[in-house]
């Protein structure tokens, strides 16, 4: 398994015997490449929940390392001493049920089975110890791994990331919808710069491969220390985030499996236009569209609190298909009734978290245009490994002064065509990326 050999390799060399921790050991694959590659002396200890891989913990471990415990229990029920010179781990990755984890430094909260198995074998490492996982990428941004994030950085230094690029052929049974990566951290102050593989293949080695190396504070992004893989692109270090440019991305209001009973496949007297994803079309917001979703609520919509003042607003969908050549699809809605929004779709006003307040029209054509811009959709990329666009996330988006945007709604018309060249050059061109011809 190449990556099991890709992720051994991260860890420092070192003459002098290890202690070893593989935590979900499996058949206790990643245990062995660290120990085979390890001094004489070293130990393992393997932790593995299914009885029926345990023997082939042990047999694996043992044929190279003449010390290992292969403990068949869950995680969450052994407790380790933080003696460990090195933790590697592939953790199962599921959702859970927010829990807090104890740790020397206080509780941290964790949302996803593989940070809990990260905050476990991380609190289990000795002085100088490090620990290699092989994780998905989402940890690194959205709302969701706030605390996780910022307890990882206050606990231990981050040495090293490999993110495999999202359409490596290598993971494609994994049927996730998120770029996996190699990270390695170590207990000790953090060290002053982190090196980064952007775009990491697991078939060459990564020490043929490109690398960056970075200062940590120049990747990380906001107060929730989202964290980018590259660093900013020059052309946008002078635009504040979208958040302070008076500008909020709200979610959708309309859970549709809960209201049911007021979806309309015709508009009803009273009642309100309802947009979905299906109904972005190009850089604007048709409706009503030929779908399989009803377009209208009824006047009932009035009472639950999910109707939206009429106006002008920018839409982003919230999920993109894997193969979609762009993660960020952006569409402009200028409405004159009050309407309601599905919630896989993000809409961009000028109220707060609490009030929606429509924007100036021409903002609201000029942010559609920002937000369709290549250079837009890869900064997205750089700190988003998922299909998924969080609300949370583009409030971080880099974003011109709402003068400007409507300055450049008046640079091109928006329709239902999107012609990407003509998008890039019209923004390059206001900004001076581009020369004018
Ligand atoms: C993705 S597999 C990785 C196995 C192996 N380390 C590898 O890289 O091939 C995750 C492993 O964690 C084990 N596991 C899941 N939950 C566990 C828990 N709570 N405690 C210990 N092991 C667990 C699973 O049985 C599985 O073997």
Redesign the pocket.
Known sequence: ?PV?EQAAGLFSHTDAPVRIL??????????AVVAGQSARGSSVTA????PD?IAYSEDSLQQVCDDVRVIN?????VWLDAEFDRA??????KKIKPMVIGTASGGVKVTN?YTA?LVIAIQALADGGECVA?VPRSWMNGEYFKDFRKWLLAECSLDAVAVYGSRQEHFKDMDILQEIMLLKVSKRPQVDTVTIYDDASPTTPLSEQHADSMPLASLLLGRDHMLRIRQQDDRLIDFKPLCERGLWVSTGKLVWFRNRDILSDTDTPGGYPLYWMDNQDGLVTEHPVQCERPQWTTEEAANRNIVLPAGSYCFVGRFSAKEQLRRIHASYLGSEVPFVVDNKLNYIHRGTSRTTVPLDDAVARGLTLWLSTSIVDEWYRQISGSTQVNATDLRQLPCPEQRQLAALADLLPIDGHMDQMRVDQTVGRMFSWVETS
């Open positions: 398994m099991a593989d935590l979900g050991s499996g058949t206790g694959i990643l245990g932790i593995e929940k299914d891989l229990a869950s995680v969450f029920d590697i781990l592939n953790p199962p990755y089975l198995f092989i």
